[in-house]
C-alpha cells in the first residue's frame, strides 16, 4: 500500500472518531511526507496542529498506522505547505469546505480561538462541556448558555469556539459576536440614523447570537429593552443565545428583572481562576501557537507568577521577545529574570535577615507540630497544609529556588512546591481561618 493510499485509509478512520470541526480543521490539511525505518513523517499546516497531533491524537493515530502496516511505527510531525486539495472520492464530507479566516472575520470571530486550542481541567471542565453541546446542537442544549467570571478565565475563548465549531459544520450559519458595547452602540446609531428597522433585522434574524460582557448593558434602559425583545426574537426561532459576563445576572444590579429571568432561564456556569495545572497547559499552547516548544521548567517557572491568563501571556511574550531581539538563549535562569523571580543561585535581601529555619520554627509553633512531621513523607491534612504553608512563605517571601524549598521540606520535588505555592495562594482568598494563620506567621517572621 502506497503512503498516500495509506494515509487516506487512515483519515477515513479518524473521520469517524474526532469532531467534524476538529477533522476538518487539522487533519484534512495533512499528509504522509516520509515512510522509512517504521517512522511515519507526517505534514501538518500550522505548529497548532502539530502540537495537537503530538499531545492528544499520537495514540490514536499510530494504533491505526500500526494495525495497517502490520508494524510498529513512530509518528513525527512537522509543519510542511499542504495546499493540494483532497481528490473528491475521499467522500462527502470534503465538499463542506473548514472555517477560513474570511468566514471567523465576517461574524467578528478569532479563527484560532477554537475548541482544540482550549486547554481544560478541573476548573473548566463543564464549562468546556456545555459549550461543546451547544456547538453540537445549537437551540436545543442550555439555550441560553451564560459564562461568568472574573478576566481571564476563558470566557470568550469558548464563546467564540462554539461559533468557529458551528461554522465548520453548516457554513452558512448566521452568527453574530459583539461586545455588549458594541451591542450598545449599535442601537444608539440607530436611533439617531433613523435605521433600526436595519438594527432589528441584523440581530434578530440571527442563529447564533454570541454577547460579550452583557453587564455592559447595565443602566441603559432603551438598550435593554431593545435587547430583550431581540432575545426573544432569536430564541423564538430557534436561534442559540451565548453570553458572558462578569459576574452572574442576579448581581447585576440595574438589569431589569425580566432580562435577568431569561438568563437564568437556561445554564449559568461559574468560570473560575485556572489552577497552576491548566495554566501550564495554557502557556504550551500559547507558546506553540507562536512556534515554539517551551520546556516543562520553563512553563512551570512562567505558570508560577500569576493565576490571570492574560498576565501569563504577556509574560510569555515578553520572555520570547527577549530571546528574538537579543538573541538570547531560552532559559530558565532567563524566564526567571522576565517573571521577576530571582535567579536559581541567588540570594534575596530577605533570606540574610530571616532563614529558612526561622520561618520553619513559626510555622510548627503556629500549627503545633515538630519538624520532623512537617518534613515526614505523611500526606494528611493536619499535617500536609502547614507543609504547604511553610513551602509558600519559603517561595513567595524568602525568594527561595523551588529546588531549594523542596530540599528543605522533606526533599519534594519542584512540582511539589509549585501546587503548594498555587494551592495557598488560591486558599488565602477564601479561607478566613489560613489567611489569619499566615498573617501571624508573616508578622512573627518579618515584623
Given amino acids: 500500500m502506497d503512503t498516500a493510499r495509506l494515509w487516506k485509509t487512515i483519515l477515513d478512520q479518524l473521520e469517524l472518531q474526532v469532531t467534524k470541526g476538529t477533522f476538518v480543521t487539522f487533519f484534512l490539511p495533512t499528509k504522509i511526507v516520509g515512510l522509512e525505518n517504521n517512522v511515519a513523517t507526517v505534514g501538518c499546516n500550522s505548529a497548532v496542529a502539530v502540537m495537537l497531533m503530538e499531545t492528544r491524537y499520537y495514540a490514536l493515530i499510530k ?183 462578569d459576574r452572574p445576572p442576579h448581581e447585576i444590579d440595574r438589569l431589569e428583572e425580566r432580562l435577568k429571568s431569561r438568563f437564568e432561564g437556561g445554564l449559568l456556569v461559574d468560570m473560575q481562576k485556572p489552577d497552576f495545572e491548566l495554566r501550564c497547559a495554557i502557556l504550551r499552547i500559547k507558546a506553540q501557537q507562536k512556534g515554539v516548544d517551551l520546556s516543562m521548567p520553563i512553563t512551570q517557572i512562567l505558570a508560577a507568577t500569576s493565576d490571570s491568563v492574560r498576565r501569563l501571556e504577556g509574560v510569555l511574550t515578553k520572555l520570547l521577545t527577549e530571546v528574538k531581539i537579543k538573541s538570547l538563549p531560552l532559559t530558565e535562569d532567563l524566564a526567571r ?30 500549627f503545633n507540630l515538630s519538624l520532623s512531621q512537617i518534613k515526614s513523607a505523611k500526606r494528611n491534612r493536619p499535617l500536609a497544609r502547614p507543609r504547604q504553608v511553610l513551602m509558600y512563605l519559603l517561595r513567595t517571601q524568602l525568594e527561595l529556588p523551588l529546588e531549594e524549598v523542596g530540599t528543605w521540606v522533606g526533599g519534594r520535588d519542584h512540582t511539589t512546591v509549585l501546587h503548594a505555592v498555587d494551592t495557598i495562594t488560591h486558599l488565602l482568598s477564601t479561607n478566613a481561618q489560613l489567611r489569619e494563620d499566615v498573617e501571624w506567621i508573616k508578622k512573627e517572621a518579618f515584623g
Fill in 63 to 245: 494504533s491505526h498506522m500500526d494495525k495497517l502496516t502490520g508494524q510498529n511505527t513512530s509518528l513525527l510531525f512537522k509543519i510542511v505547505s499542504t495546499k493540494s486539495t483532497p481528490p473528491a472520492s475521499m467522500g462527502p464530507l470534503f465538499n463542506s469546505a473548514p472555517v477560513t479566516p474570511n468566514r471567523a472575520v465576517a461574524a467578528h470571530l478569532r479563527p484560532d480561538f477554537i475548541f482544540d486550542t482550549y486547554a481544560v481541567s478541573g476548573t473548566n471542565h463543564m464549562a468546556y462541556a456545555a459549550a461543546t453541546a451547544v456547538a453540537s446542537s445549537p437551540g436545543t442544549n442550555y439555550n441560553p448558555l451564560f459564562f461568568y467570571g472574573g478576566v481571564g478565565v476563558g470566557k470568550t475563548h469558548l464563546m467564540q469556539a462554539i461559533g468557529n465549531e458551528v461554522l465548520v459544520k453548516k457554513p452558512n450559519t448566521k452568527v453574530i459576536y459583539c461586545m455588549g458595547e458594541e451591542f450598545t452602540n449599535d442601537i444608539i446609531d440607530a436611533i439617531q440614523t433613523k435605521t433600526t428597522k436595519k438594527f432589528k433585522d441584523k440581530y434578530r434574524s440571527a442563529q447564533i447570537l454570541l454577547i460579550d460582557d452583557v453587564q455592559f448593558l447595565e443602566g441603559k434602559i432603551r438598550v435593554q429593552e431593545e435587547f430583550f425583545h431581540t432575545f426573544n426574537a432569536v430564541q423564538r426561532e430557534g436561534g442559540q443565545i451565548v453570553l458572558t459576563s
Fill in 337 to 366: 529574570a522576565v517573571a521577576g523571580q530571582p535567579a536559581a543561585n541567588g540570594q534575596s535581601s530577605q533570606a540574610t535577615s530571616v532563614s529558612p529555619k526561622d520561618v520553619t520554627e513559626i510555622v510548627i509553633r503556629r
